[in-house]
C-alpha cells in the first residue's frame, strides 16, 4: 500500500512501548495473530485522545493488544471488547490481569453478531472499533451503530487490506472473495447517508467514520 521505505521511516520514530506491550507484539508475531499495525494504531490512538471519549466498543479483542493500547491512551474511558475464540479470550484475560487495567477493560465472551443486548447495557457509546472477520464488517457496523452516541465515531481497521482493493486481478479464489467484500463494504460506508466516512492510508487501512449527530 505505502512506499516500504517511508512506511519503515513512520515506523522507526514511533517510540517503544512498555515491556508488556511489546511482548504482545512478540507473541502475535510468533502465533500469526493479528493485531493492529503499528502506524494505523498510533493514527487511532491520536483521533481518540484529540476525541477523548468516555465509552469505547471494540469488536474484535483477539489476545487484547488494541484494548490496552485504547486504555492507556484514553485513562478515563471504559473499553468493552468482544471475542469469541476461547484461546484468544484466556489470553487476553491473563494480559489484562497484568497490565493493571482490569476495571477499565471489560471483555465480553461470545460472538460479536450475538452479544447486541449485552453489548448495549454497557451503553451508549462515544467510539466503536471494528477489528474482527473482515466479512462481517457491514453487519458488525448496522448491529452496533444504533449504540453510538450522536456526533461519535467508528472506526474500521484493514479496510484497504494490504492495497489488495485496487488490484484487478487476484488469483485465490478466496482472497478475491474477501477482497470483494470490503471493497464493497467501502462503498457502501462512503455513500452512508448518517456517517461521514474517510479512509486513512496508514497501516492497513482505517475507516473513520463521524456520525452526523442527527439524533440522540
Not at 521505505?5 to 507473541?27: F, G
Not at 457509546?125 to 453487519?139: C, E, L, N, R, S
Request: glycine share 6%.
Amino acid at each position: 500500500m505505502q512506499n516500504e521505505k517511508l512506511h519503515s521511516y513512520i515506523e522507526s520514530l514511533i517510540p517503544k512501548r512498555d515491556p508488556l506491550l511489546d511482548e504482545m507484539e512478540q507473541y502475535a508475531k510468533a502465533q500469526n495473530v493479528p493485531i493492529m499495525e503499528l502506524a494505523g494504531i498510533e493514527a487511532m490512538l491520536q483521533i481518540l485522545r484529540v476525541q477523548n471519549p468516555k465509552a469505547i466498543l471494540e469488536v474484535g479483542t483477539a489476545i487484547g493488544y488494541s484494548a490496552l493500547r485504547i486504555a492507556a491512551a484514553v485513562s478515563t474511558a471504559k473499553v468493552v471488547t468482544i471475542e469469541r475464540d476461547p484461546e484468544r479470550i484466556e489470553t487476553a484475560k491473563q494480559f489484562f490481569k497484568r497490565s493493571g487495567k482490569e476495571d477499565q477493560v471489560l471483555l465480553i465472551e461470545g460472538d460479536a453478531l450475538e452479544t447486541a443486548e449485552q453489548v448495549e447495557s454497557f451503553g451508549p457509546y462515544d467510539v466503536i472499533f471494528i477489528d474482527a472477520a473482515k466479512g462481517q464488517y457491514k453487519k458488525f457496523f448496522q448491529l452496533y451503530e444504533p449504540f453510538l452516541r450522536s456526533e461519535g465515531l467508528i472506526i474500521t481497521d484493514n479496510v484497504l487490506f494490504k492495497g489488495l482493493v485496487c488490484e484487478p486481478e487476484i488469483e485465490s479464489k478466496r482472497t478475491k472473495n474477501l477482497v470483494k467484500k470490503i471493497d464493497e463494504y467501502n462503498r457502501w460506508l462512503m455513500q452512508h447517508p448518517d456517517y461521514v466516512t474517510t479512509i486513512l492510508p496508514v497501516g492497513d487501512g482505517v475507516a473513520i467514520s463521524k456520525k452526523r449527530g442527527d439524533r440522540e
